[in-house]
């Protein structure tokens, strides 16, 4: 019982510290060109995505 409760208040933890720190931790796996490269090409394979980045990027 106590085992669970104290699983339970671990992952809220980690659930919050990672909904607070989110754009720090974006930046730091964004700020390898590697991995940026990577999460870049996912992105353009999707269709909506690749549209508004198109579209912001030339201006059309």
Known sequence: MLNGITRLF????????FYRYRYKI????????????????IA?????????FMRQAFRY
């Open 44 to 52: 353009m394979n999707i269709p909506f995505l690749r549209d508004r």
């Open 10 to 17: 671990v992952i809220l933890g980690g659930v919050y510290a």
């Open 26 to 41: 974006m930046n730091g796996l964004l700020g390898n060109p590697s991995i940026r490269r990577y999460f870049v090409s």
